[in-house]
């Protein structure tokens, strides 16, 4: 095992853990045994190290480049995944009516809406559910909660492919997203929202970091019998070392960063996905065997969720496709179907590879 083999890599349309830039894991394979003359690895480096807190600092600092975060914004480096925030923000942002507003796209904005109601009032402005979450439903002013603590949406549903193109205006009422499966992959005003976060395993890494940013004023409101862990303010104060970070995962994380950076930015990743997206959608919509159930002002620039609508035939396709390196473009299970992930790392080539594959089956199929 003396080379690095690449040779055999597949196209990997996987929706989380999913495919990382490939730059990225020759670095950290360079890097493995020897981080930068250190005679060790990023693995057994202590976090309290001057090297660790070099990566760290470098990674946060890429990360507000790239969003451009204003220093009115703490950035955290947690864990626990996205699904821990689902819990971390009615704690910490319940702190006067204990209400909140949702809106239901999909599974994690329900499982999310779930946990906060064990916690608090729940209101549920709009939901897609009715028509199985194949758009993002109108909202009206007007069954919004005045006094509501805080405003939640999920802005890209991964499960379902959906994303928000507009927000709702909540006022001074916090809006919190969930941007698990679309961070830095198109611009976002972050001054928009008063919190957001994202497992790193969609975009940025591998699984183990959860990304929290949290504008200050929103910091220091948790019930004093709260969890040490559970507290934005105890992250915040530790500078995300309170106690031991998921290390590797965040020097991952920042060689992502640094990947984005030399590729021009947040609006130059937008760009190509879009023109991912297009190639896709475009070869879709033109098919006359495949179909995308999803309402076209909504759909998702990350996960393409498409059908045949003959589940033995959408299990043929996702095998035969499987055999020429183009993989994990299963639905999720609770969806079926196909769903092909194009996230940042996935390159134009992958895209295409799939579409002349899809024009292949078809003649064959249709
Ligand atoms: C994957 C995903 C989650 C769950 O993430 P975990 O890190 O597994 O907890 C939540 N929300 C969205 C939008 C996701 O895509």
Not at 215 to 229: F, K, Q, V, Y
Not at 353 to 361: E, I, Q, T, W
Request: hydrophobic share 40%; charged share 25%; proline share 4%.
């Amino acid at each position: 095992m003396s080379e690095i083999s690449t040779s055999e890599r597949v196209y990997n349309f996987s929706a989380g853990p999913s495919t990382l830039p490939l730059p990225v894991l020759e670095k950290a394979a360079k890097e493995m045994t020897n981080y930068r003359g250190s005679g060790m690895s990023v693995m057994e480096m202590s976090h309290r190290s001057k090297e660790f807190a070099r990566i760290i600092e470098l990674a946060e600092q890429d990360l507000r480049d790239l969003m451009k975060i204003p220093d009115s914004y703490k950035v955290l480096f947690l864990q626990g995944g996205a699904y821990l925030q689902f819990s971390m923000v009615p704690i910490n942002l319940f702190r006067n009516s204990k209400k909140a507003d949702y809106i239901i796209t999909g599974s994690w904005a329900k499982k999310a809406a779930q946990e906060a109601a064990k916690l608090g009032q729940v209101n549920i402005v709009a939901s897609s559910e009715p028509d199985t979450f194949t758009y993002i439903p109108e909202w009206k002013k007007e069954d919004f909660t005045a006094d509501a603590d805080y405003f939640y949406i999920t802005y890209n549903n991964t499960i379902y492919g959906t994303r928000y193109t507009s927000l709702p205006d909540v006022g001074d009422v916090p809006l919190v997203a969930d941007l698990s499966s679309m961070i830095l992959s198109e611009e976002l005003d972050i001054t928009k929202f008063g919190l957001v976060f994202a497992g790193a395993q969609k975009n940025i890494g591998p699984a183990g970091l959860t990304i929290v940013i949290i504008r200050e004023d929103l910091i220091g409101h948790a019930p004093s019998d709260t969890p040490s862990m559970l507290n934005y303010k105890t992250h915040a104060d530790a500078g995300s070392l309170f106690n031991t970070p998921p290390c590797y995962s965040i020097y991952m994380a920042g060689l992502t960063f640094q990947w984005i950076k030399e590729q021009g930015g947040v609006a130059a990743m937008q760009k190509k996905n879009e023109e991912k997206a297009a190639l896709l959608y475009n070869a879709i919509d033109e098919s006359s065997l495949f179909r995308c159930p999803v309402a076209k002002k909504d759909r998702s620039l990350m996960n393409v969720v498409f059908v045949t609508g003959d589940k033995a035939l959408d299990k043929k396709f996702i095998a035969e496709a499987k055999e020429h390196g183009l993989v994990n473009l299963g639905g999720h299970r609770s969806v079926g179907g196909m769903r092909a992930s194009i996230y940042n790392a996935m390159p134009y080539e992958g895209v295409e590879a799939l579409v002349d594959f899809m024009k292949k089956f078809e003649k064959q199929n249709g």
